[in-house]
C-alpha cells in the first residue's frame, strides 16, 4: 500500500513537471520574434522587420496596409535591415526594390532593374514579424528577380 502511494506521489510530480515545462516553453518568445528587440518599447505595439539579404538590389520603400496604411521611404542597403512600428493586426506589405539606390535623375536609355514582392501577415501586439529580400541576380539585360521570405519563425540573435 505504501509503495502504490509513493509510485502515484512520483507520477504526480513527473506530470505536473511536464505540464510546468510545456507551458512555459509555449510562453517563451525567442528573441527574433520580440518588438522590443528593434526598439519598440511601447507593448502595445508591433514591429515590421525587412532585411535586405540580397547582393544585387536595394529596397526603395516599403508599403504596408491593413489596421493601418502606410508608405516607409527610405533605403535599405544591401545586408541591412529596418524595424518599423505598427499596431497589431492583419496587412498586407510591398516591398519595392531596384538595382539602383534610387531612380530619380535615370537616363532616357539608362537599362534598370525594378520590381516589388508582395505578402499578407498578421503580427501580435508585442511581437515582430521578419521578412528577408533574398537571392535574385541581373547579368546584362536579364535578370532572376530576389524572393521575399517569412522568417518569423527563425531563431537569430544577430540584430542586437
Known sequence: MKSRK???????????????????GA???????????????????????VHNNTSEFYVLYVDVKGEITQKFAG???????????LPPGAY??????SDRSSLANLGFMEWYVDGVKLADFTVKKGRAVVFSLKGGDVKGMSY???????????????YD
Open 6 to 24: 509513493t509510485g502515484l506521489i512520483i507520477l504526480a510530480a513527473v506530470i505536473v513537471f511536464c505540464v510546468s515545462f510545456l507551458v512555459i
Open 27 to 49: 510562453l517563451y518568445v525567442p528573441p527574433a520574434q520580440r518588438a522590443a528587440t528593434y526598439g519598440v518599447t511601447d507593448k502595445d505595439k508591433s514591429a515590421l522587420v
Open 75 to 85: 533605403l535599405i542597403a544591401r545586408g541591412e535591415y529596418k524595424a518599423y512600428i
Open 92 to 97: 498586407s506589405l510591398t516591398v519595392h526594390y
Open 144 to 158: 532572376d528577380p530576389p524572393t521575399l521570405e517569412d522568417n518569423s519563425r527563425e531563431v537569430n540573435t544577430d
